[in-house]
Structures are given as C-alpha cells and as structure tokens.
Nanobody, 124 residues
Framework: QVDLVESGGGLVQAGGSLRLACAASGRTFSTYGMGWFRQAPGKERECVAAISQSGLSTYYADSVKGRFTISKDNAKNTVYLQMNDLKPEDTAVYFC?????????????????WGQGTQVTVSS
C-alpha cells in the first residue's frame, strides 16, 4: 500500500508559478513510476506529466511542454511538478499517482495508487 499526499496548490495569476509536491509513504517509492494528472470541471482526467522509476524518462502533455517539469526525489519519497507560465486553462484539481510499472506512462489505468488531489486556480 502506498499513500500519496499532494501539496502546493493554490490561487495564482496568469503567468505565475506553482510547485506541487506529492509525498509518498512506504519503502518502495524508488521502484514506482509516478504521474501527475489533472481534472477540470466537466472534463476528463488527463495526464500532464509522468516520470519513470529512475527519473531518467519523462512524458509531458503537449499543452504543458516547456512550462511544466516533473522530478522525483527517491531519497525524500517525493515527486514534484514545477509549473511555470500558468494559464487560466491550467485550472483544475491536480492528482498524484503511483504505479508498480517502472516506465513513464500517461495512461491512468496503469496507475495503482492515487492521492486526494490539490486545487490549482489560475486567474486571468
């Protein structure tokens, strides 16, 4: 069992930055691939970024490439999402997820554990 707790969400103006963090319990964090997903009202959940178990391989949705950066600190059992140049369309609840498979993947059905989510609101 892995428990995931997100933090760092909030209200920010367009063009601003936020850094989300996801702290994971358990001693096997280093063996998990991780992902950040988001869900806006009335929309499907989408993967914005994912990272492999080693941290060497990443995936980004086209909508966030060049603006968001995912990183993984296995020593701290934490995965981060640095979000720069935020836009109103980035407004959503952001979820952290973990999977036993090692590679980076945008497929939600491959993830075994999910956090409760943190709200990100970007004002224009």
């Amino acid at each position: 069992q892995v428990d995931l707790v997100e933090s760092g969400g909030g209200l920010v103006q367009a063009g601003g930055s936020l850094r989300l963090a996801c702290a994971a319990s358990g001693r096997t964090f280093s063996t998990y691939g991780m992902g950040w997903f988001r869900q806006a009202p009335g929309k499907e959940r989408e993967c914005v970024a994912a990272i492999s178990q080693s941290g060497l391989s990443t995936y980004y949705a086209d909508s966030v490439k060049g603006r968001f950066t995912i990183s993984k600190d296995n020593a701290k059992n934490t995965v981060y999402l640095q979000m720069n140049d935020l836009k109103p369309e980035d407004t959503a609840v952001y979820f952290c997820a973990a999977k036993r498979k090692l590679y980076a993947s945008p497929r939600a059905d491959e993830y075994d554990y999910w956090g409760q989510g943190t709200q990100v609101t970007v004002s224009s």
